[in-house]
């Protein structure tokens, strides 16, 4: 097993996990980070989030999450809609919310969790929707599946079903 899916099996595998994850639309692009570790092909994207440490509501986590991964500030927004992640080794409870630029240069980050040579992030940039469905379906967030369109990301509501 590499580095990068040890480090995603200690810190998230085998448990179920809270996340919180920012939709952020700029020029009709979604902001998507690259993660190493998750999936078949060792190439994982989805909108920027995390985990809230204890006795952080969801809304600070989310602008921790989102500062620490693109370094960017944020808004928190409505909350969108829920979607419960299930590849094995991972179980998450996502809650999605709308977010907006407040300040910050975009940049890609980090995880504090892991050590500098166990980073999984490996890339952070702004994608079309056509960019997105572009990659085959395991790469990118189960929720693209549902979508038609940029749109259609932004009217997604209530809990997801797989």
Known sequence: MD????EVMRLYGNRL???VCGLCLI???LLMVRHRGIGPTDT???PPGGGPQYGETAYEALVREFHEETGLSIEV???QFVNEFMQTPLHAMELFFDVQIVGGQLRQGFDPEMSADRQIITEVRLMTFDEIKSFPE???HQLFR???SMDDVFHLKGYLKQ
Do not use: Y
């Open 138 to 140: 395991n790469e990118v």
């Open 27 to 29: 020029d009709e692009k």
């Open 17 to 19: 996990r809270l996340r």
């Open 44 to 46: 994982f994207w989805c």
């Open 3 to 6: 580095i990068a899916r040890e």
């Open 77 to 79: 927004g409505e909350l």
């Open 146 to 148: 549902k979508c038609r």
